[in-house]
Structure formats: structure tokens, C-alpha cells
């Protein structure tokens, strides 16, 4: 099968912290995470077809991954398995406004993950590749895999789709938009929310997002600014998306949901429009649960 949607990056276990200790300690629930893996499943439950590009530990889970990706009908025929190397793990604190996370990921298998270990030919068949700021910042090896697999979409016509997700602590904004400019071309679609503009660019408005990435080139832009919906950016036309109703419990994946699910309807219908609308449904499913993927709505709970 070749997917026609294609994520890149680290794929993470999840532990959730719960609000009622057990005897006194706290206690976790498992999950998962991983911001493109998280975005490839939200796009696959919108009826997308996805794969995704990756290396995890021979362990637990990495099994636990596999499995998971089964089950939504992600195809992992490209995740490499790195022997002795570890799957990474983030731990979340959930919260409805905001992100508390803390990871342990240093040296995970897909921080190894390098350039020669692209499929190639499945990146050259895909309509879209999908990354992030975190799937070029967790390591050099796998900035350069990332840099060059955008280098092959572009030459092949395969859409590059690229959400900033910008992490201080993984790199410096100066890397961040060095790691940016260095790409061939600009990518075709960005998401960017407003705090993660105001880090990198030090200007959150949408408008000034908007203005930056198609003075580059991009061809579609999202600029999302949480509960306040997101603006959608083409070269002759602005586009205010509503937030849709939600009930706030944890904010973990709400971005990355809403930008699977606006790549597989955007890949369905070619209007940006319906699929940001869509998306922002999706979203607000996401935030009414606990954790980044479980929530995650289906196609056929709203569609």
C-alpha cells in the first residue's frame, strides 16, 4: 500500500498523570504521543490514508506502538526497530489552557533515525509529508533525515506540510528558523499557533504568521490561537475558523489533531476551507478527553 499521507518523526509513550493518587502516590495512565504520529492518526480516523516514517526501541513500546498503528490502519512498514535503543516517554500533566510535559527521550531510536533510512519511493508516491519543529529538533540525525526527505517531496511534487511546534528546550529559535530557511523550498502548508509565533518571530498576531510564511511561498497557512479558532491564510483570501464547542480537560494534541485531520480532508475535498472547519471539530474533541491520541474523534461521530 502506498499512503497518500506521510508522517515524520518521533512517535512517544504517554503517561498521564491521574487526579486521585493511588495510596498516596500518583498514578499514571499509558497512552500515546508523539506530535506527527498523533497528527497521522487523527488523519487516519478522518478516513485518510496514512503511514508513517519513524524507528522505535525493540521493546514494550515499541510493540505498544505497532500495535496501535494496526489498529487505526497507520501503515508502519517504514519504522525502523532500533535493537538496545529505547522507545521515548513523555509525561503529562494534563491541563485544559496549556502544556506541562516532561519526556524521556534522549537516545530513543528515532533521535537515531538518519537520512539513509528514508523510503524513497514512498515519500516520492505520497500526496503529502508531514513534520514538525520537534521531528527536526530532537537530533541532528534526524533534522538531516527531515531536511532531506522535504528536499525529495518538493522534487517529486509530494506536498510538505510542516507544523513549527516549537520547543525551547529541545533547540534555540535561531536553530529553529536556521532549520527553516535551509529548506529547498518553503513548505506548502503551515500550522504555527500563536505562542509558538511569538517565540520564534516575536510577533503573535495571525495576520503577521500569515503574512510571513506566504511571503515565502507557502501556499496555505493556519494560524491557530487556541480557543479563540484559527485563521486560514491563502494568497488571495482570509478565512476566519470558529473554535467548535468543547469541554476543556487536557490541551496535549489538540494541535496535532487538528492538523491530521485537516491534511486528510484537505487531501479529499482540495478545499482548505472544509477541511479547516473539520479540523477545528476535531480539535475540540481532542481537548474534551484525557490524553493526546484517545480522544481523538472518528469520522463518523461528526462527519
Avoid at 512517535?11 to 491521574?18: D, G, K, N, S
Avoid at 519513524?54 to 506502538?65: I, N, P, R, W
Avoid at 514538525?132 to 537530533?139: H, R, V
Wanted: hydrophobic residues 45%.
Amino acid at each position: 500500500m502506498t499512503a497518500e499521507i506521510l508522517g515524520l518523526g518521533e512517535p512517544l509513550i504517554e503517561m498521564v498523570r491521574l487526579s486521585n493518587p493511588i495510596e498516596g502516590r500518583p498514578a499514571y495512565m499509558q497512552g500515546f504521543g508523539g506530535d506527527t504520529s498523533t497528527a497521522i492518526i487523527a488523519a487516519a480516523r478522518q478516513g485518510g490514508s496514512t503511514g508513517y516514517i519513524s524507528a522505535v526501541g525493540d521493546d514494550m513500546f515499541g510493540t505498544a506502538l505497532r500495535e496501535l498503528w494496526a489498529q487505526e490502519g497507520v501503515d508502519d512498514a517504514h519504522v525502523l526497530a532500533g535493537p538496545g535503543d529505547p522507545t521515548g516517554v513523555c509525561f503529562i500533566d494534563p491541563d485544559p489552557s496549556g502544556r506541562k510535559f516532561t519526556y524521556a527521550r534522549r537516545g530513543s531510536a528515532a533521535s537515531l533515525y538518519s537520512a539513509k533510512d528514508l523510503p524513497e519511493e514512498a515519500i516520492a508516491k505520497a500526496k503529502v509529508l508531514h513534520l514538525s519543529g520537534i521531528s527536526l529538533a530532537i537530533s541532528a540525525a534526524m533534522r538531516a533525515a527531515g531536511l532531506a526527505a522535504v528536499k525529495l517531496a518538493k522534487s517529486n511534487e509530494t506536498l510538505v506540510s510542516y507544523d513549527l511546534n516549537h520547543r525551547p528546550a529541545l533547540w534555540s529559535a535561531k536553530q529553529a528558523l536556521e532549520a527553516l530557511a535551509s529548506m529547498v523550498t518553503a513548505p506548502d502548508i503551515v500550522f504555527a499557533s500563536d505562542d509558538e509565533a511569538a517565540l520564534l518571530f516575536g510577533d503573535r498576531s495571525p495576520e503577521a504568521v500569515a503574512d510571513r510564511f506566504l511571503a515565502m511561498g507557502t501556499r496555505i497557512v493556519i494560524a491557530k490561537q487556541g480557543d479563540k479558532g484559527a485563521l486560514l491564510a491563502l494568497e488571495d483570501k482570509r478565512i476566519l475558523i470558529a473554535p467548535a464547542p468543547s469541554r476543556p480537560v487536557d490541551a496535549s494534541g489538540a494541535g496535532d489533531s487538528f492538523a491530521g485531520a485537516f491534511l486528510a480532508w484537505f487531501v479529499e475535498t482540495g478545499d482548505p476551507e472544509i477541511a479547516a472547519q473539520k479540523a477545528s471539530v476535531v480539535a475540540a474533541g481532542t481537548v474534551s478527553g484525557l490524553g493526546a491520541v484517545e480522544p481523538i474523534p472518528r469520522r463518523e461521530r461528526h462527519d
